[in-house]
């Protein structure tokens, strides 16, 4: 990892999201490299406690709620299993399948699962949706409110998504609740110490390695851990998979985490990105250990 680190850091391509104000802020310098296994030991090189937003790795996340309270098989009824090969905010993808999303890591499918988090109304979803992203990281997950704040303020795109999916059918919830509570999760602050914990209960079976509490349902796993291979980089997924053969999951803003099952997750943190929307210096660093420490499941 200090290896990976020293060799990156200087690394100045790609540029912070922009389309969304404070991200384009982030300094992007900072990059930091956490692990976390499934024994629960933690380790981290460079600003791995440095907060950022989460944006798109909570779909992933969120899924696990989602499943688990509805069952693989509705939940893929509900919302597709399918690489769009689309870029993820895409509308033509939806269109071109009858208003059904094709899964649940595009932003589509993303708001869909949001959709059907139970709860009574949207004080109660947020908190079933907070409960389940406090227990996976061992430590309650605050809202970055500039960010928050700066993505309302532009997602429209999203609140079209939103009522194309109400228009066929596809959304279960109130369209206006379901983009802003998905906002709202998008918005929450995490480290890369956090991601790698997070990871690490899916690489565990769902155990949280740290506190030794069960938090996703084990036969859900496997089904969370494929839709992060499909579709995890946006449209750089097969690129990752590719030279990685792992699941992973990205964020613009400027996170990934990358899941070694029954062994550990790895994570890493900085702002810029290519022109997929995934982290320059996350990618490279975390290719660099995963091929060093021969965690390719793919590689003979």
């Known amino acids: 990892m200090q290896a990976a680190y020293d060799q990156h850091r200087s690394c100045t391509e790609g540029k912070n999201a922009s389309y969304i104000p404070a991200l384009a802020q982030v300094n992007p310098a900072f990059f930091g490299i956490a692990a976390v296994t499934v024994e629960g030991q933690v380790i981290t ?14 779909k992933a996340f ?15 009824r509900k919302v597709g299993a399918e690489a769009t090969g689309e870029p993820f905010n895409s509308v033509m993808a939806l269109e ?15 708001i869909a699962t949001v959709s059907l988090i139970p709860g009574a109304n949207s004080a109660a979803v947020w908190q079933n949706i907070l409960n389940r992203f406090s227990a996976l990281a061992c430590r309650e997950l605050p809202v970055m409110e500039e960010v928050y704040g700066s993505e309302t303020a532009t ?14 059918g596809y959304l279960y919830n109130d369209p206006s609740q379901s983009v802003d509570l998905y906002t709202r999760m998008c918005s929450l602050a995490v ?5 790698a914990t997070m990871g690490a209960c899916l690489a565990s079976g769902g155990i949280n390695p740290l506190s030794a509490k069960r938090v996703i349902k084990q036969e859900n796993v496997h089904e969370i851990l494929a839709d992060m291979v499909m579709e995890g980089l946006y449209t750089g ?7 990685n053969g792992l699941p992973a999951k990205s964020g613009v803003g400027g996170g990934l985490v990358c899941v070694v099952p029954r062994k550990m997750a790895l994570a890493a943190f900085s ?3 290519d022109a997929a929307g995934n982290s320059v ?14 965690l390719n499941p793919l590689a003979c």
């Open 45 to 58: 090189v460079g600003d791995a406690d440095q907060p950022f937003a989460i944006e798109s790795i909570s």
């Open 62 to 76: 969120n899924l696990s709620l989602a499943m688990d309270a509805l069952g693989a098989e509705t939940l893929r």
């Open 96 to 110: 071109l399948h009858s208003g059904k999303p094709l899964n649940p890591l595009v932003n589509a499918g993303a």
């Open 155 to 168: 997602n429209q795109h999203n609140k079209g998504i939103a009522w194309l999916l109400d228009s066929y």
């Open 191 to 195: 480290t890369a110490r956090d991601l």
């Open 237 to 243: 997924s097969g690129d990752w998979l590719y030279a």
């Open 271 to 273: 702002p810029p990105l």
């Open 281 to 294: 210096r996350a990618q490279r660093a975390l290719t660099d250990i995963i091929a060093t420490l021969r």
